[in-house]
DNA sequence: CGACCTCATTGCGCCACCGCAACGACCCTT
DNA sequence: AAGGGTCGTTGCGGTGGCGCAATGAGGTCG
């Protein structure tokens, strides 16, 4: 979406911006005003943008780096609700009135995101249909998204779900390597017990076993994909 | 929301529609070409206003009964995504553009609908901002409930989710009796398995249990519950 | 009113997954 | 180079929940 001298420059211009799933259709000459009230934030690897129960007063849209949201029970448990790259808006709260964050966003690199006042993001929005029907277009992929999760963890095993995870981020934010295809940023066996409803402990059992049978290759907080297809059958059990 | 004489009329009239979520807002005058451009639809108890694969033509605002959303994995599982209730909105990808519906739509006992065309419906959107901001808060708690949900199903205990959803339940639709509060229609076993994520067998052993605590009473597709704090009890681990 | 269908119950065996505990590997700091 | 911190691995025992199979309890329809 981004690329990676965006993060060098003080804002995005507006042709990048429109290719935002939030901002597309929506002319440049429209946009330049949206930009002017953006400010542009950033945080290095593991701090936080906003944390459930603060205040929700910032809207973002991440231009650079990595951004996971989470979210903790009361007992301390915590899950990852979804991870966030260029492109992708979150904290989408602020701009329709809800007094705090439900949920945390830490970043697991440094990452680099637009931000708005929810006040004045919810005046665009009542102002721009278009930005209005794109938002509406944006959570509900997303409500798409959670829902296909909510269904595999109710109906698949923990083999599966953690195949079908690494091949996601792998389609996502995949790099070439020689040995394979390599996760580009930093997540550990914690992440995705997290993202895959299970424990660290059966993660790191998991990932051994593909590891003897050659299917991955892994580290510390690094896994790199070395037969996708051998990880597909068990992801989609051939 | 709607009172049950609603139904007996064609249309219900501009007053109620704006105690809709959806139409919370806007005024009665704006609402009158709204109403104009519905149609009003009833199912029987178990038939269905659409598919999951079916083409999105039309989008729902349920007036009376209960609907239930559900998917089916391709391995044949199913799964309860959500109850609709009075007021709620259902199909709403037809407004936006997606090609086909991802769910079922399933009166659980005779329900009425009405219905817009897809088309008709984004065009509405895109000429009311108000409509489209509260389009977007609708998603938006949607959404949140299945992110509570969802990190519910990770981190709770099968007993714990059960006692949760006959409570909440209760609380949307329950009705007093004098053994206690009865939900308001009718909900098996499976049901509840499939919208907490475990099977008929241990939704039956839970209520069972229960039934000898004296905290619920239940029948067929049938539950009363008549210790309403030993639930909570259970539901919160106090 | 009997036949049939759907829904609910429960005994029983099983196993996927959990989670502690101990250890090992890796990285960063000074 | 040493030491501490984070992250990953794995043996081991325990169990929560699954799912078959058989039976029972209601509803419904002719």
Known sequence: ???????QRDLPDAAALSRVPLFTGIDERALRPVLQAAQSVTRPASERFFQQ??????????????VKMTQ????????VLRLIGPGDAFGGVAA?????????????????ALSWDGQTM????????????????????????????????????????????????????????????QIDFPISREDLAEMTGTTIYTV??????WE?????ESGRQRIVIRNPHGLVRIAEDL
């Open 204 to 209: 790191s059992r998991l990932v051994s076993a």
């Open 72 to 79: 903790v029970t009361p007992e301390g448990h915590q899950v």
């Open 122 to 181: 919810h005046r665009l929005l009542e102002s721009d249909p278009r930005l209005a029907v794109n938002a509406l277009r944006v959570v509900a992929s997303r409500l798409h998204d959670l829902q296909n999760r909510y269904r595999e963890l109710t109906t698949e095993r923990v083999e599966r779900r953690v195949a079908r995870t690494i091949l996601r981020l792998a389609r996502e934010s995949g790099r070439k390597v020689d040995a394979g295809v």
């Open 96 to 112: 329709f009135g809800d007094p705090i964050y439900p949920a945390t966003a830490e970043a697991i690199e440094q990452a680099t």
């Open 212 to 216: 003897e049978r050659g299917l991955v």
């Open 53 to 66: 129960g603060d205040a929700a007063s910032f809207f973002y849209v991440l231009t650079h780096g990595r």
């Open 1 to 7: 979406m981004f690329d990676s001298t965006m993060a």
